[in-house]
């Protein structure tokens, strides 16, 4: 079974900190994505990746940014926290091909104070 | 604009009825649609995978048809059961991107016994 872990469950941290949201595949997927989800307006993509070292934005990248230095490995910075980007975070992988289903982690609720 | 919208966003069945949910777009060119399933404080699961040529694809009590003339896709569960109780996402993988796929909003459904 494939199994995608994110680092934490629940995050609590304070504006103007930078924070880091791991996530590490066992498949060895070439692809990795990083959504937030909120009420109502479901799933988000903020990056993805590719391949190692490659990146590209998604729909709501401003106040993120990603790092990918290992294939199994993917993580998500948020530079200088605020309070609007207290959310649920879900990571995904998959592989290469469009039509291959992602695999989702279990989410980091993280809120931001 | 580019939408994909679900639009029910919560659907009560008795158990043993079949339950429809619809999942309908507007300006998006998808290749495949696909069905996940996500529990309350989890990640969203894959279920199934429905190509642009098909009409339809079953999975034990899952159904998915899938129209492109009416940009429209329904989920069916037949004889439900109240463990089939979750929030459904379609999503839609779109040939001009290689890897992302725009998610739905989601319905949650409740499967009363």
């Known amino acids: 079974d494939v199994k995608v872990t994110q680092s934490s469950r629940y995050l609590v941290k304070r504006t103007g900190e930078k924070v880091f949201l791991e996530c590490v595949q066992d498949m060895d997927h070439e692809n990795m994505f990083w959504y937030r989800q909120d009420p109502g307006l479901g799933l988000r993509l903020i990056y993805f990746s590719y391949d190692v070292k490659m990146k590209e934005k998604g729909d709501i990248p401003e106040g993120y940014s990603v790092s990918r230095e290992k294939k199994e490995r993917f993580s998500l910075i948020l530079e200088s926290a605020s309070t609007n980007q207290t959310s649920m975070y879900l990571c995904a992988s998959s592989f290469r091909d469009r039509y291959q289903p992602q695999h989702f982690g279990d989410g980091t609720r993280l809120s931001i104070l | 604009s580019q939408k994909i919208e679900q639009n029910s966003e919560a659907l009560n069945i008795q158990e043993g009825k079949t339950a429809t949910l619809t999942c309908n777009y507007t300006?998006?060119?998808?290749?495949?649609l696909q069905w996940y399933r996500q529990d309350p404080g989890r990640g969203p699961v894959f279920l199934l995978l429905i190509r642009e040529n098909e009409k339809e694809k079953r999975k034990e009590r899952l159904k998915v048809t899938f129209d492109t003339t009416l940009k429209q896709s329904l989920f069916h569960i037949t004889a439900s059961q109240p463990a089939d109780s979750a929030t459904y996402l379609c999503a839609l993988v779109l040939w001009s991107s290689a890897s992302k796929i725009i998610f739905g909003s989601g319905t949650r459904l409740s499967i009363r016994p």
């Open positions: 300006n998006y060119s998808p290749a495949y």
